[in-house]
């Protein structure tokens, strides 16, 4: 008679480690009551994983503090390497934050690193106060500059911080040279120059996400524009830049990718800082050349839709089509003249588009021309959502749309 | 039934034989996700049935099932939620430790990460009998040991 229970607690160390290292540190901490055998088994866990966390009180400051000290202090004692360190804390007001809190993550920080830490995961939000606070929407936390020094790192999402000043490292140095995925959400860079040299130094990335972030690059930096311009991610498969402020962004660079999600804006040239000037002046607005995304299977672009088409003229092999209309920026598109329907199908839309999706129509009618127009030449198309923009009514778009012509006979549409 | 010519092994199946004495058949290529049973394939040959001493007819069809699904490509979270619905925290248990035996690395990582989630914020007891461990502490190094590491006991659930 087999006896399961009595089978697993003679599993080997490394074994109920691996069960361990999926539990919040906090839980795998507690195992060291269950026996004596398991007092330090949770010291040999990798990953250190403080999430979920709330603290909105001086009280759960400090505990949590207690908390992190001394785990580190217990790992710190047995030497062990450290394979991930996550955080996410949950703060009431920025005072907690940036005056109770930060001083010691940043001492957290410099102590993980030293690990040979491969995935590195900060996050940190802080409560919406009812009225604005200009101090608190300005401020953003400083990154600990040893990060960068952690070059063994294969993952880093970060979000919520500021680089400011040069970072004095030489450029042979800079970067990370086994890092697979990058993810910034809420970056800022005071130097653009810095955003640049450090992209430049992760030649394997695999997963670019930049949300929310910016860095201005002066006009001046020719060799910091160069090396921008020059950018090569040859392992890149998955990008995504959404509402980020960006001079320039190399498209050429993410030309490998299978998933690509773009503010549509990253194709014009013009300085999105100077569009002010371009409203008066929009023959000055050039386009930047677009690569072939000769791998590209899925696209998502966000804002202007008049250069969809030129992009799907760029990505033979795409499947599937998601647009939608960001925040920003309509009104700028609105003026130009209305999009007219393309003369020359692109190839993908013929052959290999399967699934489009497109949000927020509202009810001119130069932004029904798209979804007709792909109707009527997307020959294996399976399913086309469209949703209706939150002024126009959905039966007002199905009325449009459901009669027309459908290359594909498979072809479904859903409006909601 | 004719075997094709070709050495691809996309519709070669293996025969598996668990410990009660019954015979499961799997393809080749999801019996390659199983290091041990690759092993043995290597070791005996693929022609005659493979014996699992420590795997049982409970647990093999649904690992099988689950390795299915892998080399279409098809694992999916819902899948794997869906997978899990249904068992118990002893069944999983029973399936984590066929998949270690089986070093079958996908499936055990999964069930890993779902055993950790059953456990969470379980009672220290239940986590002691989940695993067989038995308390050797005295009351007195027990109650220190909570002392000193109180934070990490916030928000366990007490026993009923």
Excluded at chain 2, 61 to 84: H, L, N, R, S, W
């Amino acid at each position: 008679m087999r006896l399961p229970e009595n089978r697993i607690s003679k599993l080997p160390k490394e074994i109920l480690c691996r069960i361990l290292s999926f539990l919040p540190t906090k839980e795998a901490v507690a195992t060291s009551i269950l026996s004596k055998r398991w007092i330090r088994l949770w010291i040999s866990v990798p990953n250190l994983n403080f999430t979920n966390i709330t603290i909105n009180s001086i009280k759960s400051n400090n505990k949590f503090n207690e908390s992190v000290y001394s785990v580190l202090a217990s790992r710190d004692g047995a030497g062990y390497n450290l394979d991930s360190f996550h955080l996410d804390i949950q703060y009431v007001n920025h005072h907690f934050a940036y005056h109770r809190s930060f001083p010691h993550v940043v001492r957290w920080i410099n102590v993980v690193v030293r690990r040979n830490l491969k995935h590195l995961n900060l996050n940190h939000d802080i409560d919406e106060p009812d009225t604005y606070d200009p101090e608190r929407d300005a401020y953003l936390p400083q990154l600990p500059k040893s990060i960068l020094t952690c070059r063994t790192l294969v993952s880093l999402k970060l979000c919520r911080f500021s680089v400011e000043g040069l970072l004095h490292v030489s450029k042979v140095e800079f970067g990370f040279p086994c890092l697979k995925t990058l993810h910034f959400d809420t970056i800022y860079f005071g130097f653009g120059r810095n955003f640049v040299l450090l992209l430049c130094g992760c030649p394997v990335l695999e997963d670019l996400q930049l949300l929310n972030s910016c860095h201005t690059l002066s006009s001046r930096d020719s060799e910091a524009i160069q090396m921008f311009q020059s950018l090569s991610l040859p392992k890149l498969t998955r990008a995504e830049i959404i509402e980020s402020l960006w001079s320039h962004f190399p498209l050429k660079a993410l030309s490998t990718v299978k998933s690509l999600s773009l503010d549509t804006l990253k194709l014009n040239t013009y300085d999105q800082t100077d569009d002010k000037d371009d409203e008066e002046n929009p023959k000055q607005r050039t386009y930047i050349d677009i690569p072939i995304f000769h791998n590209l299977i899925h696209l998502k672009l966000n804002n202007s839709w008049k250069l969809v088409v030129k992009m799907l003229h760029h990505c033979p092999k795409l499947q599937s089509l998601e647009l939608s209309k960001g925040s920003r920026y309509i009104s700028v598109d609105d003026q130009e003249n209305s999009v007219e329907e393309p003369e020359l199908v692109p190839e993908c839309v013929s052959s290999c588009l399967k699934t489009c999706a497109i949000r927020d129509i509202g009810g001119l009618e130069s932004e029904l021309i798209l979804p007709t127009f792909i109707l009527k030449n997307a020959r294996i198309l399976q399913t086309m959502k469209v949703w209706s923009g939150w002024m126009q009514k959905k039966s007002e778009i199905e009325e449009k749309l459901s009669p027309c012509r459908k290359a594909s006979a498979t072809c479904q549409l859903f409006v909601y | 039934m004719a075997q094709e010519a070709s050495s691809s092994t996309s519709s070669k199946t293996i025969s598996l034989k668990t410990g009660d004495g019954e015979i499961f058949e799997i393809e080749a290529s999801a019996a390659k996700q199983m290091k041990t049973v690759q092993r043995l394939i290597d070791d005996l040959g693929d022609d005659i049935t493979i014996p699992l001493h420590n795997v049982f007819s409970k647990e093999l069809p649904k690992i099988i099932e689950y390795y299915k699904k892998d080399i279409t490509g098809e694992i999916t979270k819902d899948f794997e939620a869906e997978f899990v619905k249904d068992l118990n925290d002893d069944e999983v248990k029973v399936l984590f430790l066929a998949a270690n035996y089986l070093d079958a690395n996908k499936l055990f990582e999964f069930l890993s990460q779902n055993i950790a989630d059953r456990l969470e914020s379980k009672s220290v007891e239940y986590v002691r009998k989940y695993f067989g461990v038995e308390n050797d502490f005295t009351p007195e190094e027990e109650s220190k040991l909570r002392e000193e590491r109180a934070w990490s006991f916030r928000g366990i659930k007490e026993d009923e």
